[in-house]
């Protein structure tokens, strides 16, 4: 499972949570998801030790992503010497509760003309946008079995060994919704309005019938068209035996 940290930063050199991201020797998150916040921080990932004015910068708001458990081993940070005070925000992401890691979405929006409610947000936004995103999508009723019935997330499925691009993709497309600012809940309150209008200007819009991704919880109708081809037939009946 994923995990959120948060530690002061201060001249004194502080280390990531080796039990957050391996077990032994072996690696246990896809990623390690380092955002400096309120300051700035001096690192290395080499197991050099950084000072105030020694090491690489990683500016109040930067974002640093770290995918091998030597980097992960080797990080040591320090506050750097133009700030009086930073945080260290960590998110040691594991892909048994996201269906993409961060450099999955952030290279799926650099092919995306409007994309800057994604490259604003900080690392701790995006990885949480990842992360609700998956839970909602989770639910949904899909085609098929599991490829494995002790597998954490609903993909994969069938014999795949991994999650489709198709649906990491409709996590992508969900994120970007949520961090414009669409709040699932108020967006279907808003269903309640039948009539609007601007000056001499009037709309007036059939609301009997919500629409099917904001009751799926899906705020986003571009990720929700991409899902559709994986969901199963609402009037479809699982028949399932019981021994």
Not at 38 to 45: F, Q, S, V
Not at 134 to 151: A, C, H, P, W, Y
Not at 179 to 197: A, H, K, R, T, Y
Request: charged fraction near 25%; proline fraction near 3%.
């Amino acid at each position: 499972m994923s995990e959120y940290e948060k530690k002061d930063v201060s001249t004194s050199v502080i280390t990531l949570t080796a039990s957050k991201y391996k077990d032994g020797t072996d690696l246990i998150v896809e990623e390690v998801v380092i955002d400096a916040a309120n300051g700035d921080l001096r690192y290395y990932t080499d197991g050099s030790v950084p000072n105030p004015t020694t090491g690489n910068v990683l500016s109040d708001g930067s974002t640093l992503i770290l995918t091998t458990i030597t980097t992960m081993d080797d990080f040591q940070c320090v506050l750097d010497s133009t700030s009086t005070v930073a945080e260290m925000q960590t998110f040691y992401l594991d892909t048994t509760d996201a269906y993409e890691t961060l450099t999955e979405a952030d290279n799926y929006f650099t092919k995306k003309l409007n994309a800057t409610d994604w490259t604003d947000s900080t690392g701790m936004e995006r990885v949480r946008s990842i992360l609700e995103s998956t839970s909602v999508i989770d639910r949904l009723n899909f085609l098929g079995k599991m490829t494995d019935e002790d597998q954490s997330l609903q993909f994969p499925r069938y014999d795949d060994a991994t999650t489709p691009d198709g649906i990491k993709n409709a996590c992508s497309e969900n994120c970007i919704a949520l961090l414009s600012g669409i709040e699932p809940d108020i967006e279907f309150e808003n269903l309640g309005m039948v009539s609007q209008g601007y000056a001499n200007i009037r709309s007036t819009y059939n609301r009997s019938i919500p629409p099917e991704n904001l009751v799926a919880g899906i705020v986003s109708i571009t990720a929700w068209r991409m899902l559709k081809p994986y969901l199963r037939d609402q009037l479809t009946i699982d028949l399932n035996r019981v021994s």
